[in-house]
């Protein structure tokens, strides 16, 4: 669903037009762009307050993993690797960064590292408007370390 919706062109140009609106020059500033506008879209996460499709989606998708899904694919609109991931009860967007973008990130983000891929992650929940970029739960990053990575 994810692909689809990031191939549609007018999901297309509202990735350009927020990351162009925010002023935001590269990876991190396009990440915290589409995940602070989707933040706020999403607003306490209840499907009523959607609006502009955004509320077919977050029904179809459902109210937890419709702001995911939105963020995923405007991120991959963006051009970045982004993919929905699942743990426990929750659904986020993880998305690939460098070294350097996760030396320049804020102390609580959680970065993911592959372990077999040796490739770095940020989680993004999207939670509320002022959810916090890179922050998990403690338990669903201790279960994702158990699973696969090292959080």
């Known amino acids: 669903m994810c692909l689809?919706?990031?191939?549609?062109?007018?999901?297309?140009?509202?990735?350009?037009?927020?990351?162009?609106?925010?002023?935001?020059?590269?990876?991190?500033?396009?990440?915290?762009?589409?995940?602070?506008?989707?933040?706020?879209?999403?607003?306490?996460?209840?499907?009523?307050?959607?609006?502009?499709?955004?509320?077919?989606?977050?029904?179809?998708?459902?109210p937890d993993a419709g702001p995911a899904v939105l963020l995923?694919?405007?991120?991959?609109?963006?051009?970045?690797r982004a993919q929905l991931d699942y743990a426990r009860d929750l659904v986020f967007v993880r998305v690939e960064i460098s070294?350097?973008?996760?030396?320049?990130?804020?102390?609580?983000?959680?970065v993911m590292v592959a372990r077999r891929r040796a490739r770095l992650y940020l989680p993004l929940w999207v939670r509320h408007a002022r959810s916090p970029l890179g922050f998990l739960p403690r338990s669903t990053r201790e279960g994702l370390a158990r699973r696969r990575f090292i959080a």
């Open 4 to 62: 689809a919706v990031a191939r549609h062109p007018s999901v297309v140009r509202s990735a350009t037009k927020v990351v162009r609106a925010l002023d935001a020059r590269d990876r991190l500033g396009r990440v915290a762009a589409l995940f602070t506008f989707v933040s706020h879209l999403a607003g306490g996460g209840e499907a009523a307050d959607l609006r502009d499709g955004v509320d077919v989606l977050a029904r179809v998708a459902g």
């Open 72 to 80: 995923a694919a405007l991120l991959k609109a963006a051009g970045e």
């Open 99 to 110: 070294l350097g973008d996760a030396a320049r990130l804020p102390p609580h983000a959680a």
